[in-house]
């Protein structure tokens, strides 16, 4: 959110001029900015809830975007398992385990299961994406800036001792972001090779028989490469290292927030502070409506 100064009464009315008009199309006039405003900050300094104890308590993900990871995280596990099961089938203590399991067939059918519903959740999360960039005209909070590359740059020195101080990270670090692209790169890499094995027949019709091999070696590696990266990257920087549970709960705490997103942590104060002077504005203005229509009625009454 941009951060903007609220102005006063009589420098809205000034910058509009509107000084011409009646008293009443003038508080119209402030009460619709005022709204169109409101409307801009609210969403942001929603993100902060205060508990009853006082304590203040920040919304990170909202149930849509928990329910989305929790079920990219059982299809995820599921292809896994599934996956490089049949991929090392020819090693004995994996054919055992397979046989245990059921069989390469019953395995076969869990993956393909599993597969559509990492499919169906990639389309709603398209679908979002095109929500940001084409509804809310917005690249997106994962959207890569020049700020990033700054923040890696910082990283980098911090971690060697060259900086004493972290980057100050907004929503997403550029770990983050970074983990969300090749996600994003390797979904739709599994996706299209994974289609080609299942439709081989189908795809030899029109495209050359050797491009099958291809899909089954691209298919088999990307799923050795994405396993570790969970088993490594992420796991650590979100369960060891920050022991970050807000994709789970939701929220983060007060100092979680200053720590890992300090920016965002003091736009989200900023908005919260402003949206407490915006109703105060609207509240005057409906004091001072109210006032405007007494004084119309005492003069109807003296004429």
Do not use: C
Request: charged share 25%; proline share 3%.
């Amino acid at each position: 959110m941009k951060e903007t100064s609220f102005p006063p009464s009589a420098d809205v009315s000034s910058a509009l001029g509107v000084e011409s008009l009646s008293p009443e199309e003038r508080i119209a006039i402030k009460r619709r900015l005022l709204y169109q405003r409101l409307r801009q900050v609210d969403a942001l300094a929603s993100r902060m809830v205060i508990l009853p104890d006082g304590r203040r308590m920040f919304l990170r993900f909202t149930t849509a975007h928990r329910i989305e990871h929790m079920v990219h995280l059982v299809s995820f596990v599921l292809l896994a398992v599934t996956g490089l099961l049949q991929r090392f089938s020819y090693l004995s203590w994996v054919a055992y385990v397979a046989s245990v399991l059921g069989g390469l067939e019953k395995l076969r059918a869990v993956h393909r299961v599993a597969a559509i519903a990492l499919a169906l959740t990639s389309v709603y999360h398209v679908w979002e994406i095109l929500d940001i960039w084409f509804v809310k005209r917005e690249k997106g909070p994962m959207w890569p800036r020049l700020q990033d590359f700054k923040d890696l740059w910082q990283n980098v020195k911090y971690n060697l001792g060259l900086a004493s101080r972290r980057p100050q990270y907004d929503r997403f670090s550029i770990e983050e972001k970074m983990e969300y692209w090749a996600l994003l790169w390797g979904t739709l890499l599994m996706g299209v090779t994974g289609l080609m094995m299942w439709w081989a027949e189908e795809v030899t019709r029109v495209l050359p028989g050797w491009l099958i091999p291809v899909a089954r070696a691209l298919h088999g590696w990307e799923a050795v490469l994405a396993v570790l990266a969970i088993l490594t990257w992420h796991m650590y920087h979100v369960m060891v290292r920050t022991r970050n549970t807000s994709i789970f709960t939701g929220y983060m705490t007060e100092e979680e927030m200053k720590h890992e997103h300090p920016k965002e942590y003091q736009r989200i104060l900023r908005a919260y502070t402003l949206r407490r002077k915006i109703w105060r504005e609207l509240l005057r203005l409906a004091e001072e409506e109210e006032a405007l229509r007494q004084e119309r009625m005492q003069s109807q009454v003296q004429a």
